[in-house]
């Protein structure tokens, strides 16, 4: 039996998007704002664009925030795209600095607009990008997640974004993907939590994918 | 290094595509969503509409094709042509377009930039530039904004007004040289690189592509990260993976994955 998934709707930018992907990998995707569908939700997708204060308040308004905390509590699969997957960390500097809602420890940053060599880097960081495992990170670190696993092809996926969360603990990052030089995170994980900065919605074959697998876990 | 993007670009009124599709195997050469799917499968990194309706009337039917396309193209989509208000960006996200191309009403009024950008963020807000060459040869280059397809002048700086509308947000830059369009001769090199270089954000060369080498001298000399054609692509010339393996061969870096 297919499961069923709740993307949350706050009225952030283009969350139909999230739902026609999912159907198109035959999951159920139900949207919804309604706190109580969150709440009893088998699985949870947060999506977003937009800025961080935004997504922020728009939760807090409609009280998603704690609907939030209460669904990730009982260990059903979260996964947070863009503005989804940032709004998890502690806090972000975009355009001031807002609180998150800190279900993992970090911040999320402006992506530095000097390369590693000193170069000029163009923000927003707009690419296909394929992910790296991060460096000192076990090798079956991808193991038991919604990434391609090891014997798999690795795909580059759509990124469009000027700020990029920095987790504090090691084991909280999961795959980056390299600008300029720098090592931008580019999905994170902790117990039954996953944040991608990446769309897959918007990422073909290799995106549709990887929203399958999330229905798997 | 960065993977450079190509854009076919659909030219769409009243809900069909106009100058006509020719792609093998297509349904129906007129219906844009018929066109995106094969550019979806084709491996198109992106995909544009620009909605070239001239009366207000029929400008829902854009709509409909961006809420069809989204149903089944997961690619990033750009919906341009005739965006005035910060509502009618909303309803195009809401349709399902992921960024959205000011042109004429930036022009008019380069705040709309700011607050579309604020609004919804600078990422899905591409500002078009429409440039024309103006100076003459042996002067130093000068380039002006034209609005209407190329057709009205309006005396300001093309380079002035592609910093301003970085400065006030735009996540991106659309250039298209007005003079080079359907031209197929190549890009105007000169304005590309003069604007990407000077730009904190991306640029999208667009305007007189006629071979593959085109595309790899946008990248390579116009220092753009996208590259933007249409007539190439619609009437068979070239496919996209043709394309793409071209600009890797030149040792451009691009997405390769073949989706379907």
Same mark, same amino acid.
């Given at each position: ?5 709740? =993307? ?13 992907? %999912? ?6 995707? =139900? ?9 009893? $939700?088998?699985?949870?997708? %947060? ?7 935004? $997504? ?10 704690? $609907? ?10 979260? %996964? ?76 580059? /996926? /759509?990124?469009?974004?000027? /700020? ?54 | ?25 297509? !349904? ?8 995106? #799917? ?21 400008? @829902? ?12 193209? *997961? ?7 005739? &965006? ?6 909303? @309803?195009?996200? !809401? ?17 709309? &930039? #700011? ?36 057709? +009205?002048? +309006?005396? &300001? ?9 970085? @400065? ?7 250039? +298209?040289?007005? @003079? ?13 690189? !003069? ?37 190439? *692509? ?27």
């Amino acid at each position: 039996m297919t499961k069923q998934v709740v =993307v949350i709707d706050y009225g952030i930018g283009n969350v139909f998007s999230v739902c026609n992907a %999912l159907k198109e990998v035959n999951v159920d995707a =139900v949207l919804s704002g309604d706190l109580n569908v969150i709440k009893s $939700a088998d699985r949870i997708v %947060l999506p977003g664009v937009g800025a961080f204060s935004r $997504a922020m308040s728009a939760l807090k308004d409609k009280g998603i925030d704690d $609907a939030i905390r209460a669904f990730v509590e009982t260990e059903r699969p979260f %996964l947070g795209i863009c503005i989804g997957m940032q709004v998890l960390m502690q806090h972000s500097t975009e355009m001031g600095t807002h609180q998150g809602l800190g279900l993992i420890e970090g911040i999320v940053d402006r992506i530095d607009s000097k390369t590693t060599d000193g170069a000029r880097l163009l923000v927003p960081h707009i690419s296909w990008a394929q992910l790296h495992k991060p460096k000192s990170a076990p090798e079956d670190i991808w193991n038991q997640c919604v990434l391609p696993q090891r014997n798999d092809h690795n795909p580059a /996926y /759509y990124f469009v974004h000027s /700020y990029s969360a920095r987790p504090v603990h090691k084991d909280n990052l999961l795959a980056e993907a390299t600008y300029g030089g720098h090592a931008l995170t580019a999905a994170i994980k902790k117990n039954n939590i996953t944040g991608l900065q990446f769309h897959p919605e918007r990422s073909g074959k290799a995106g549709l994918e990887l929203l399958n697998r999330f229905t798997q876990i | 290094m960065l993977k450079a993007r190509v854009i076919p670009c659909l030219d769409v009124k009243d809900g069909r595509v106009v100058k006509g599709v020719n792609f093998v195997d297509l !349904k129906d050469a007129g219906d844009p969503v018929e066109s995106a #799917k094969a550019y979806d499968a084709a491996g198109a990194d992106e995909l544009c509409f620009l909605d070239i309706t001239a009366s207000h009337e029929n400008r @829902d039917t854009i709509f409909d094709v961006v809420r069809r396309t989204a149903e089944e193209c *997961f690619m990033p989509v750009t919906v341009g042509g005739g &965006i005035r208000t910060t509502d009618n960006i909303r @309803d195009l996200l !809401k349709a399902g377009a992921d960024k959205v191309s000011i042109n004429t009403a930036a022009v008019l009024r380069r705040e709309f &930039i #700011k607050e579309a950008a604020e609004k919804f963020g600078a990422q899905c807000i591409v500002a078009s530039v429409d440039a024309k060459r103006v100076s003459k040869h042996g002067e130093p280059l000068k380039w002006e904004i034209f609005t209407h397809g190329g057709r +009205t002048p +309006t005396g &300001i700086d093309a380079i002035d007004y592609a910093q301003e509308v970085v @400065d006030l947000g735009a996540g991106e830059i659309l250039l +298209t040289s007005m @003079d080079r369009d359907g031209t197929k001769i190549g890009f105007d090199i000169d304005l590309t690189r !003069k604007i990407a270089d000077m730009v904190s954000v991306p640029v999208i060369a667009s305007g007189g592509v006629g071979t593959l080498d085109h595309l790899v001298e946008g990248v390579r000399d116009g220092h753009a990260t996208a590259v933007l054609a249409a007539s190439i *692509f619609h009437f068979g010339e070239f496919s996209i993976h043709e394309a793409k393996a071209h600009m890797v061969k030149a040792g451009i870096p691009m997405r390769m994955d073949r989706d379907k």
